[in-house]
Structures are given as structure tokens and as C-alpha cells.
Nanobody, 126 residues
Framework: QVQLVESGGGLVQTGGSLRLSCAASGRTTSSSTMGWFRQAPGKEREFVAG????????YVAVSVKGRFTISRDNAKNTVYLQMNSLKPEDTAVYYCAARPAGRSAILTDTTHYDNWGQGTQVTVSS
């Protein structure tokens, strides 16, 4: 089992930036594909970005492409989400998630991830 803890959320103005971190403990996630998801009030949880174990393969949702960047530092067992040019529609609770070890594909459906953090709130004011 792995424990994931997100941090870095907060309140920012339109056009601002935030960097989210997801620190893993317990089972190492260095061999796991990791993903960031978000959930706005009244909406389903949606995929934002994913990264494979080496960082060599990345997939970013169209809605955030060119503004958000995902990266990882396996030595620190941490995954990051750099968010630039934030918009009010980016307001949501952001979650990181891990796929089971050995499952390398970056998938966008939440059902393919078996470990989740508690989430961190991101609010973008207009």
C-alpha cells in the first residue's frame, strides 16, 4: 500500500501559477505510473495529466495542455504538477493517484488507479 499526500494548493488570481506536489510513502511509487486528477463542485473527477515511471512518457489533457506540466523525482518519491496561466475554470480539488506497480500505461479513467491522495484545493479568482 502507498500513501499519497498532496500539497501546494491555494488561492491564486487568474493568470497566476501554482506548483502541486504529491509525496509518496509506504510502497515506493518509482515504478508506478502516476496521475493528477481534479474535481470541481458538482462535476465528475477528471484526468489532468499522467507520467510513467521514468518520466519518459507524459500525457496531458487537452484542457490544460500548454499550461500545465507534470514531472517526477523518483529519488524523492514525489510527483509535481506545475500549473501556469491559471483560469477560474481550473478551480477544483486536485488529487494525485498511482496505478498498480507494473501497470505502465497512462490511462485517464479513475478506475485504473488504486491509490489516491486526500486532495488539495486550488481556487482561481477572476
Amino acid at each position: 500500500q502507498v500513501q499519497l499526500v498532496e500539497s501546494g494548493g491555494g488561492l491564486v488570481q487568474t493568470g497566476g501559477s501554482l506548483r502541486l506536489s504529491c509525496a509518496a510513502s509506504g510502497r515506493t511509487t518509482s515504478s508506478s505510473t502516476m496521475g493528477w486528477f481534479r474535481q470541481a463542485p458538482g462535476k465528475e473527477r477528471e484526468f489532468v495529466a499522467g507520467i510513467n515511471w521514468s518520466g519518459g512518457t507524459i500525457y496531458v489533457a487537452v484542457s490544460v495542455k500548454g499550461r500545465f506540466t507534470i514531472s517526477r523525482d523518483n529519488a524523492k518519491n514525489t510527483v509535481y504538477l506545475q500549473m501556469n496561466s491559471l483560469k477560474p475554470e481550473d478551480t477544483a480539488v486536485y488529487y494525485c493517484a498511482a496505478r498498480p506497480a507494473g501497470r505502465s500505461a497512462i490511462l485517464t479513467d479513475t478506475t485504473h488507479y488504486d491509490n489516491w491522495g486526500q486532495g488539495t484545493q486550488v481556487t482561481v479568482s477572476s
